[in-house]
């Protein structure tokens, strides 16, 4: 499950376990979904960084454009 993007908390609700800690001691984390989630963590900063860097050029570009000169 853990592999197929379930969260560790939820497997270990489903099995039963009251800790958490229990449940990670049985969880194998196999590299290719470290890899995954790392890749996956990326995008998504990448997105917001991106999304920062737009909002500060149409900020930059509205205040040129509606600038007047005397």
Do not use: C
């Not at 590299?31 to 995954?36: G, M, R």
């Amino acid at each position: 499950m853990l592999s197929n993007g379930v969260p560790i908390g939820t497997v270990s609700k489903l099995l039963g376990y009251s800790k958490l800690t229990t449940t990670q001691v049985y969880a194998r984390v196999v590299k290719s979904k470290i890899s995954e989630d790392l890749q996956n963590h990326l995008s998504r900063f990448e997105t917001k960084e991106h999304n920062r860097d737009m909002k500060k050029l149409k900020i930059i570009f509205f205040k040129a454009k509606n600038r007047t000169s005397f």
